[in-house]
């Protein structure tokens, strides 16, 4: 008889009230084994509760939540053995030093003697740590720091790995190291990674989870949730001719919401910046530079397609859940005029 292996993470209608206040308000979703997690949502919008409570450090009001299959709130010691946790500000100290530090944790971690001076080498060597093995926490920059606290995370090599903003104040080279990183570890690991520097998170992550105001407003692939939140496809282009005539040109090849710069359009002699856009998936740009050149009053010296970001994603998905959670009359709480989060089926059911 065969059995399926349980998400390294399970979170099924969770639900966290601080004194009436709702945090975190039946959020669900699951990340399978080896698969890296992007968690986004704007500040107070319930993403550091939620990995709080899924390290065991406090509890939720309602739902489950489960690690490796194992039930965080009636087990949490026992979760804390298959976990790496990396808080947004990680404490560390600042008088000893990193080697010191990382063996102290391996033993608290219990990690066996004949073994921990293997992993120290392992770490220290994936967190490019090695020259700074003998330095005192305090004096590392902020880069090396978050390094340390990596290191930390994955000594006891835990089947899950949650980390709270690891690239906050970093500068661009320390920030492209951590992505590298992480993503070192896909296939290795399960990671759940909050991040609010968005371009990183889109090349690191299989999936992205967005969370507002307590609630799971989005969950899917970027490709997926490019075509959920922003279905139409944007071309940018550099013409020449006369500007008035531009938009009936392009509709003969079904292309609408056209719009020219005006202070780029002096005329119909010199080249201007064009963006247009489409409801058509497919590749068109030829069937685009067909209806430019027909009658040949118009030049075309660029053309390309336009991918809407991962911020752009995030800010339609956001502003979506905001219209349907509008004040109540009395000014003193939300309520929710249709359901934002998606069911759990549709809400996990693309994984790569």
Known sequence: MSTTEPPSIDVENLVKKYAGVTAVNEV???????????????????????????????PGTSGDARIRGIDVARHPEKVRRHIGYMPENNPLPDD???????????????????????RLDDVLEVCDLKRAARRIIGTLSKGYRQRVGIADSILAEP???????????????????????????????????????????EMTCDRVVIINGGRVVAANTPANLRREFIP????????????????????????????????????????????????DEREIGERIADALLAGGRYRL????????????????ATRRSWDVLMPDSGGKGMRRTTDPAPRRNSALAATN
């Open 28 to 58: 669900t979703f699951s990340v399978a084994k080896g698969e890296i997690i992007g968690f986004l949502g704007p500040n107070g919008a319930g993403k550091s509760t939620t990995m709080r409570i899924l390290t065991g450090f406090i």
């Open 96 to 118: 000893m030093r990193v080697i010191e530090y990382l063996k102290l944790r391996g033993r608290l971690k219990e990690i066996p003697r004949r073994r921990l001076r293997a």
């Open 159 to 201: 089947e899950v790995i949650i980390m709270d903003e690891p690239t906050i104040g970093l500068d661009p080279h320390q920030i492209v190291m951590i992505r590298d990183l992480i993503a070192s570890l896909r296939g290795k690991m399960s990671i759940l990674i909050s991040s609010h520097i968005l371009p990183e998170i």
């Open 232 to 279: 139409e496809t944007n071309y940018l282009a550099e013409v020449q001719g006369p500007p008035e005539g531009l938009a009936a040109a392009l509709a003969r090849a079904g292309i609408n919401n056209v719009s020219v710069e005006a202070d780029s359009a002096n005329g119909e002699h010199d080249f201007f910046p064009v963006t247009f856009a489409t409801n």
């Open 301 to 316: 010296r660029s053309l390309r397609r336009k991918e809407p970001t991962l911020e752009e994603v995030f800010m339609a």
